[in-house]
Each structure stands twice: as C-alpha cells, then as structure tokens.
C-alpha cells in the first residue's frame, strides 16, 4: 500500500483534554477504509494566518498512513462532512 502524509488543521472546539478520543476516532476512520495508521505527531494550537469558519486558532496534526489510492476519496468526503476538521493536506509520500 501506499504511504500518505495527512495534516489536518482541527477546530479548537476540540479541546487538549478531546484531542486523543478524536484521533482515536481518525484512526478508525481509516481502519474502516483500509488503511493503516504509522504515525500521529501533533504539533499544538496554533495561530491561523486568516480565519477559518470563524476560528482564528487551530490543532495542528501529522499523521503518516498507507492506504489505497481509491480509498482517499472516501476519506476525504468524511473529512468534509466532519465539522471539527477546518483543513486537512493529503500527499503521497515518497518513503
């Protein structure tokens, strides 16, 4: 399977105390699809350069995965339809 690096940029309505029961719930995201989870780092909150949905600070993850490649449209539609994920960068990484 492929590898993906995944950063998602997440609301802070997500507190520090819900973050791991939400990456929790990622991981089983990509279970139910498939997919595999590597790596999760998070890189904290952290001010956004312009507002987003009317956030101006966001929680910042890195997850690397694999994952098959028809499998990352599915993914990406439940990450539209979640309303705590603001951004999220999916790429194909070469490792």
Same mark, same amino acid.
């Given at each position: 399977?492929?590898?993906?690096?995944l950063v998602l940029?997440?609301?802070?309505?997500?507190?520090d105390e819900d973050?791991?029961?939400?990456?929790?719930?990622?991981?089983?995201?990509?279970?139910?699809? /498939?997919?595999?989870?590597?790596?999760?780092?998070?890189? /904290?909150?952290?001010?956004?350069?312009?507002?987003?949905?009317?956030?101006?600070?966001?929680?910042?993850?890195?997850?690397?995965?694999?994952?098959?490649?028809?499998?990352?449209?599915?993914?990406?539609?439940?990450?539209?339809?979640? /309303?705590?994920?603001?951004?999220?960068?999916?790429?194909r990484s070469k /490792?």
């Open positions: 399977m492929p590898s993906y690096e940029i997440i609301s802070p309505e997500v507190t973050m791991p029961d939400f990456l929790a719930k990622l991981s089983e995201q990509i279970s139910k699809i /498939g997919g595999t989870v590597d790596e999760v780092n998070q890189w /904290g909150r952290k001010q956004l350069a312009y507002p987003i949905k009317r956030c101006t600070e966001g929680n910042y993850v890195l997850t690397k995965i694999k994952l098959q490649p028809t499998s990352t449209k599915d993914l990406e539609a439940n990450f539209q339809l979640s /309303g705590k994920i603001l951004r999220h960068l999916l790429v /490792g």
